[in-house]
């Protein structure tokens, strides 16, 4: 395959690139919402859902990179140093202003994408902060308050009664 053929299906494999990872962008940020609204059902919708476009970018990049192989054998370049930005550099003007203009698209993306995950991954953390402090509190409350006999033996009590009804 000639040169301009392969840099059209490369141009094409990043503009499918770029859409997937704005749908994972969107798909976090339903993540988010779900996380937000303590919605499980709509949490497990969304993480089927990432995984579901994380497998077809897995797909794509093995795509990209039989591209790029093809390329650096074509250009005589050593495929490990072959880039957008240095293959945008050796090619044409059609071709070098639409690579530009995908690797521009793309590292916005994954750096949006990147500041999410970190937002998530917050409120995940404080939402598992929640949880086991509710935990500890209802243990607490459970625990059995010791009694000591005049010999210093303990004796433990099966629960202290400090919770009227056994539901939360």
């Known amino acids: 395959m000639q040169l301009n053929g392969l840099l059209n299906e490369l141009s094409g494999l990043l503009e499918q690139e770029t859409e997937l990872y704005q749908a994972l962008l969107a798909a976090i940020d339903k993540e988010k919402q779900a996380v937000i609204a303590a919605n499980l ?3 497990n919708e ?3 859902a990432k995984e579901n476009l994380l497998l077809k970018l897995r797909i794509l990049d093995e795509q990209r990179s039989q591209l790029l192989r093809k390329l650096a054998d074509l250009l005589g370049q050593p495929e490990d140093t072959l880039s957008l930005k240095n293959l ?3 090619v044409a003007a059609p071709h070098a202003s639409r690579l530009k203009r995908c690797r521009t698209k793309l590292l916005s993306l994954i ?3 990147q500041a999410a995950n970190s ?3 917050a409120l ?3 939402s598992l902060e929640l949880v086991k402090g509710s935990m500890n509190l209802l243990n607490n409350l459970m625990s059995s308050t010791p009694v000591y006999f005049r010999t210093g033996d303990l ?3 099966g629960q202290t009664g400090k919770i009227v009804h056994g539901e939360v």
Request: no cysteine.
């Open 41 to 43: 059902e709509k949490l």
């Open 46 to 48: 969304t993480t089927k």
């Open 88 to 90: 945008s550099q050796m």
């Open 111 to 113: 750096g949006k994408i």
């Open 119 to 121: 937002q998530n991954r």
């Open 124 to 126: 995940f953390t404080h």
């Open 155 to 157: 004796q433990q009590h």
